[in-house]
């Protein structure tokens, strides 16, 4: 298997989040310095958004993680600690981390692929899996190891997983932006180079979410979409109804257990997105830094 990656220096004194602040980790990372390398293969993605105020249960969150690694065939053999760094999964001091009252996330990785100084320790892996209090479920496999469908089926399957999502979406991305993306943030790789002057996708969804805007709106259009109810009903009764025409029309959806999956292949996806486009109602295309 050929791995491919790039060593990237972007634009003196541009400031990005860590790739693990938002699973407790407190530093955050100049991006002035030249960032380790990052791998260019395709990965897959599951991120599963919360409802507002999802208790954060560790023990339970910590055996579905786990249940999805096995499901998957992977082995965790490091995690996030509380100061924000990856280290050696060892069970007696994860679980002392666990079950810390000040722990309010879980971060979870398969075996490195290179040694630790050829690439960061963040993506440097087959599988990670994130569960962070109040805000989302992230998990992400090497597209060559799982398909699309397969990681949606799998963890869908798995007891509890997405008891307190409200919304979930699958893509296909390279690593490091693809992790960016679920998180809210601009990865740039050679994949994904800065493009000044055009918004970015993964930043104008995390700027609706802190005006909390983020009920009247989707992200955007995935291969595979997922809503409770809930969620359908509190979008504005115009977009609601636009997102039903759009489901009839394009692509296949499916009743299961409570929530609504909107299946899609690209040709479909294209014209899903512009019909939903022409709602203003994918906040991955709303810019609000200049609105």
């Not at 955050?28 to 991120?47: G, N």
Request: aromatic letters at 10%; charged letters at 20%; proline letters at 7%.
């Amino acid at each position: 298997m050929q791995i491919n990656y790039i060593r990237i220096r972007p634009p003196d004194g541009m400031v990005t989040r860590a790739h693990w602040q938002h699973i407790a980790f407190r530093a955050k990372m100049r991006l002035s310095q030249p960032s380790l390398a990052l791998p260019m293969d395709q990965y897959h993605f599951l991120v599963g958004e919360f409802a507002k105020n999802s208790p954060f249960i560790p023990a339970a969150a910590s055996t579905q993680l786990f249940a999805w690694f096995e499901h998957v065939g992977e082995r965790v053999e490091r995690y996030g600690n509380k100061r924000g760094k990856i280290v050696k999964f060892s069970q007696r001091n994860y679980e002392k981390m666990l079950f810390a009252p000040e722990t309010d996330s879980i971060g979870l990785l398969s075996p490195r692929i290179v040694p630790p100084d050829e690439a960061d320790e963040a993506v440097n892996c087959d599988a990670q899996a994130m569960y962070s209090s109040g805000s989302e479920l992230v998990l992400s496999i090497r597209a060559s190891k799982l398909a699309l469908a397969p990681l949606f089926d799998g963890a869908r399957a798995i007891p509890g997983l997405f008891e307190h999502c409200e919304y979930v979406y699958c893509y296909a991305e390279t690593q490091g932006y693809g992790t960016g993306y679920a998180l809210g943030y601009r990865q740039l790789d050679e994949a994904h180079p800065m493009t000044f002057g055009t918004p970015c996708p993964a930043n104008n969804w995390a700027a609706i979410k802190r005006r909390g805007l983020q009920d009247a709106h989707l992200r955007d259009v995935y291969p595979i979409n997922g809503f409770t109810q809930a969620r359908l009903d509190a979008l504005p009764p115009q977009r609601r109804q636009a997102l039903r025409d759009a489901m009839q029309a394009h692509g296949r959806c499916e009743d299961h257990a409570g929530w609504i999956f909107w299946h899609l292949q690209p040709g479909e996806l294209e014209a899903a997105r512009a019909a939903l486009n022409a709602h203003a109602m994918l906040g991955a295309y709303i810019n609000h830094r200049s609105s």
